[in-house]
């Protein structure tokens, strides 16, 4: 199944340099669904959930709630990151004549 495909389905689109990677984990009958990055040579995982089709009406409805799954924890690491460094700016002791010492 293409990424077109798999984002037809309803799959979460993905910025570029992104993709879905989808193989199977274990004789359980799961499922991993990895969001990875591309890089020059090789890819990188960055977000990753299980999924057990069985529990699915159909494989591709599994897969695809897996997708967005791991696109909804992605964007809340992200909105985690973003906000550990805004909190930078406060890190310190701060003065009470008005100065901030870090």
Not at 41 to 62: G, I, L
Request: charged share 30%; glycine share 10%; proline share 5%.
């Amino acid at each position: 199944m293409s990424m077109r495909e798999l984002v037809a389905a309803g799959a979460p689109e993905l910025p570029p340099g992104y993709f879905y990677r989808v193989r199977s984990e274990s004789s359980f009958g799961l499922l991993k669904v990895e969001l990875r990055r591309q890089g020059r040579w090789f890819s990188t995982a960055v977000e990753n959930t299980y999924v057990r089709p069985a529990d699915y009406a159909t494989v591709e409805r599994a897969v695809v709630d897996a997708c967005s799954r791991v696109v909804e924890w992605w964007g809340g690491r992200q909105a985690d990151a973003r906000a550990m460094e805004e909190s930078q700016k406060f890190i310190g002791d701060h003065d009470p004549r008005g100065g901030r010492h870090g």
